[in-house]
């Protein structure tokens, strides 16, 4: 085993890093302050709850197609949220990190419940789910 080590040096430092980075991020996304939804996950929230759709793209990006209901923020304006009658608040984007910046930044303001589409408007699309707005294309 020690000869195996030592002859895959670098295979045995890259795996432990990987595993590290790995382990990192599952403890993040478990211990999180939000709560990351797949597209199953949100979609039965949204047909069994009162939720908040935010849409953290441009207005542009908006405008040429969103999901159904979503409002559009920029992260400058999410303090200014009301949704005191909302059982979640979930945000989307173009990445993950936008969405969880928003997501942060809104439950920072006393809001519990707050989610995040993992994926994206991205992932939203792969998945053939239904746009609202112009849609180019």
């Not at 403890?27 to 069994?48: A, P, Q, W, Y």
């Not at 408007?121 to 789910?129: A, D, G, K, L, T």
Request: charged share 20%; aromatic share 10%.
């Amino acid at each position: 085993m020690a000869d195996f080590i030592y002859d895959n040096i670098f295979l045995v430092s890259a795996f432990i890093f990987l595993f590290v980075l790995i382990i990192n991020l599952e403890i993040k996304t478990t211990f999180s302050r939000v709560k990351k939804l797949t597209i199953d996950e949100m979609t039965s929230l949204i047909n069994g709850s009162k939720v908040l759709l935010i849409d953290i793209r441009t207005s542009d990006e908006y405008n040429n197609g969103h999901i159904a209901n979503a409002k559009n923020y920029t992260l400058d304006k999410l303090p200014t949220i009301k949704a005191s009658t909302q059982d979640y608040i979930i945000t989307y984007a173009k990445t993950d990190s936008e969405a969880i910046k928003a997501a942060k930044l809104i439950n920072d303001t006393g809001f519990e419940n707050v989610c995040y589409l993992d994926g994206g408007i991205n992932s939203w699309i792969e998945n053939n789910m239904p746009l609202s707005g112009e849609v180019n294309g």
